[in-house]
Structures are given as C-alpha cells and as structure tokens.
C-alpha cells in the first residue's frame, strides 16, 4: 500500500514503509505502535516494535503517516502528513491532511515532483530503549560474537534526529551541482553555524540528517561551488538552474566538534567493513550443469523419461 521512490535515502524509506504497513495493520485491531528499534543492516530491514491496544491513541496513527514528495532534478524532498489533530479548548478532532506542501515547480532546480509513500514519519527508535540495550551489549561484550557490528548499529542509532525523516546525501547533491563536496565534518559544521541541528544516518554512511529545509542546503552548496568552480554543464540541467541563483545564507565554514559525533570523536567503528570480499546473498539455489550454467526444470525431466 505503499509507492517507492527511487532516492539515496531508499533503505531507510524501506523501514519506514513496513513500519507504516505494520501500523495499518495494526489499526485494524484498535491497536497502535511504538517503534523501539528499526534498522536498515545490510541487505535486510529489521524493526522492533511495542503493540498496545488503545481506541484513543490508535486515532493517530494518520497523523504518524506521511506521503514523501521528491523532486525529480534534485532530490529535494518534502513529507505531506496523511492526517492532522486539530485541538480547540479541550475538543480534539481528526482531519485529513492540509496541503499541498510544495508547489508544482521545485523552487529549486524548477523540475516537477514525483509522489511516494505513504510511509512512517514518526521516530523509529525509542532512544532510551536503545541507550539501555547498548550498555547491556557493552557491559556483557564477551557473549555477542558480533559484537562490533552491533555496537556500531546501536551507537549509529542512538546518534540518529529522530524527529527528521529521511536523509540528504552530500555526494549526491555535489554531482547534482558538478562540484567535488566539502567533506562530512564542514558540510555538518556549516549546516550547525546556520542555526540548524544535523546528525548521521545509520543506513547511509554519507546520509546527513537534519532539520535544515533543502533551500538552505543548497546555499550551502552554493556558497561552495563559488570557491570551487564546477565542472562544465550542458544546458538545462537542474544543477545549472540551482547555481543561477545567488544564496540567500551565506555559509559559515568554521568547524565545529560537535558536528562530528561522539563515537566519531572516540574513533568508535559505525561502519564496519565486510568480513570478505563478494559478501552477502548468494545465487539462490539449484541444480548447475557444468560450472555456471543452470540447468532449467524442463531439461532436468528430460534427463529423468
């Protein structure tokens, strides 16, 4: 019941979007859901959900839904609540949600928006829940085989804004514009000397989440192709329409340690590496004639009239 969109931020979309069918799901039963832990880790999605029945609070499940608005040129996005609260005195009422929230044009780049989701816009972990289970982890280090693939899942989540769904990605944004990308650290420090907050994204090694609207973020961008020229671009492209127009902020590169996190600042592992080359899922199974050529159903009742 949901509509992918194709974006850097697409693992972190595919959590977002069980967690909306398990609420939808839920609805159905007067239930609703708390997310304590929902992570996107290597090729599979795996969230941790608390279940509560509860008429009262089941009626905000739309407003914990979201449709995703992304633009096609530079992958600004923009989220569209499906439901909103609307409380006067002490009378609370449920409504549909008020939009739209972008225009036709991408204020921008100038190309249109497509449409996805609808997917969770609500938090997706519960910060304490993960604190507590990451001191259980480090405390008990020597029972968990996997233990700094854990840890580093949990320090990543424990680091994450909840309240900033999706994420941008810096290198994609600079290819977007043509220009090599200020690194993670200055990119991060000017987005926090702008008044915004920003931390990591666990399914994204380069995804940046904050609370910064996309305008900002190009005038960062902006504000860093003029000191560093962009390659030649052909005509139209979103790039070139970002970079006609002159940055409203002016960007702020003094680094700021907290724009690193603390794990970063320890040196903690947030992204481990694989442990062998060609890791991950393999060819499904089946019968193979010769080295690497399979054998199709129809050829192995052959071999057995």
Avoid at 18 to 34: E, M, Q, S
Avoid at 142 to 166: C, F, M, Q, R, S
Avoid at 214 to 232: M, N, Q, V
């Amino acid at each position: 019941g949901s509509y992918p969109l194709r974006a850097k931020y697409c693992h972190e979309m595919a959590v977002r979007t069980l967690l909306g069918a398990i609420a939808n799901a839920a609805i159905k039963h007067k239930r609703h859901i708390v997310p304590v832990l929902s992570l996107s880790i290597d090729f599979y999605i795996r969230v941790f959900v608390r279940v509560y029945t509860s008429p009262l609070q089941m009626k905000n499940t739309p407003t914990k839904l979201s449709y995703v608005f992304q633009c096609v040129g530079c992958d600004s996005h923009e989220l569209q609540p499906v439901g909103r609260m609307v409380t006067k005195g002490n009378v609370t009422k449920y409504q549909p949600g008020a939009g739209p929230v972008v225009p036709q044009r991408c204020n921008d780049c100038g190309w249109h928006y497509n449409m996805g989701g609808p997917i969770w816009s609500d938090p997706i972990h519960d910060k304490q829940w993960v604190k507590n289970v990451l001191a259980e982890v480090e405390k008990n280090k020597e029972a968990y085989p996997g233990y700094n693939k854990i840890h580093a899942l949990l320090t990543l989540a424990n680091e994450e804004l909840l309240d900033v769904p999706l994420h941008y990605d810096v290198h994609s944004m600079g290819g977007t514009l043509k220009v090599t990308p200020p690194n993670a650290w200055l990119f991060k420090s000017a987005i926090i000397n702008a008044g915004y907050r920003v931390s990591s994204a666990h399914s994204n090694p380069l995804g940046v989440k904050t609370d910064a609207p996309a305008e900002a973020l190009w005038d960062i961008l902006r504000c860093w192709a003029k000191d560093h020229p962009p390659k030649t671009q052909p005509q139209p492209t979103p790039g070139e329409a970002i970079l006609a127009k002159e940055p409203k902020l002016i960007a702020n590169w003094t680094r700021v340690p907290n724009a690193q996190s603390k794990s970063q600042r320890e040196g903690t592992p947030r992204f481990p590496v694989n442990p062998e080359e060609n890791w991950g899922p393999k060819r499904r199974a089946g019968t193979a004639k010769g080295k690497n050529e399979r054998v199709s159903k129809k050829a192995r009742d052959e071999e057995y009239e």
